[in-house]
């Protein structure tokens, strides 16, 4: 029994990897990094689909050419080709590791407010840490044995798919029968209902 039910609780957890690795645009295992990271130093999940959703915006403007963002960007050593030429997972990391190296504070906070708006703030305890000690809660996870591989995401969808092919099959199943004998189980209640009119109405009259 524990068995099928840590199945179960995996395989959902499996497909919400899957599922919110694609959403911020990283590698099944980068997320899975990059979730504890961020839990680890105060944050949530929300914390980082929204600093994705912001970066993405902050890499449109530099290909419209915002010299604010351009600028922003420079000021953590990224040019903008650089910024460009990076896929969502990458420039997150570069980011995080740009802003760490800003050692004023104040500078940092004002930066990342440029780069990642709001979500800057929820996340200011990770960008006041320094590269090294990112790294050492990175490897620490991976000490852990708690990234879940591709293999098992991959075998965790297949598990969900099924399952939802098994709901559905279920539910053609019950439309089926309740289509057989919903009628007759109508017709059953209407003489029950008329029936017990009849003998409300006989008992009144005694």
């Keep these: 029994v524990a068995g099928i039910w840590s199945s179960f609780s ?6 919400e990897i899957y ?12 997320y899975q990094e990059w979730k504890y990271i961020i839990e680890q130093t105060g944050g949530d999940i929300t914390d980082l689909i929204g600093a994705q959703q912001t970066l993405t915006e902050a890499q449109l ?8 963002m351009i600028a922003a960007f420079k000021r953590i050593g990224l040019s903008a080709e650089e910024v460009m030429a990076m896929d969502r997972q990458e420039l997150f990391e ?17 930066v990342g407010y440029r780069l990642l708006s709001e979500d800057a703030s929820t996340l200011a305890a990770l960008l006041g840490m320094s590269n090294e000690q990112t790294r050492e ?5 991976q000490y ?6 591709e293999e098992l995401i991959g075998k965790s969808l297949q598990f969900q798919g099924a399952l939802a092919n098994l ?5 053609g199943l019950t439309n089926t029968l309740a289509e057989i004998f919903l ?12 029936a017990m009119a009849i003998v409300n109405m006989f008992i009144r009259t005694l």
Excluded at 97 to 110: C, D, K, M, V, Y
Excluded at 137 to 141: D, H, I, K, R
């Design 167 to 171: 709901r559905g099959a279920f539910q």
């Design 137 to 141: 809660l990175a490897n620490n996870y």
């Design 144 to 149: 852990l044995g708690a990234i879940m591989s």
């Design 61 to 68: 403007d530099v290909a419209e050419g915002s010299e604010d």
């Design 10 to 15: 995996a395989s959902a957890f499996g497909k």
């Design 183 to 194: 009628p007759a189980i109508t017709w059953v209640i209407n003489k029950l209902t008329q």
């Design 19 to 30: 599922n919110t690795a694609q959403r911020v645009g990283m590698s099944t295992a980068k």
């Design 94 to 110: 570069k980011t995080i590791a740009g802003l760490q190296n800003i050692e004023n504070s104040t500078e940092r906070a004002a």
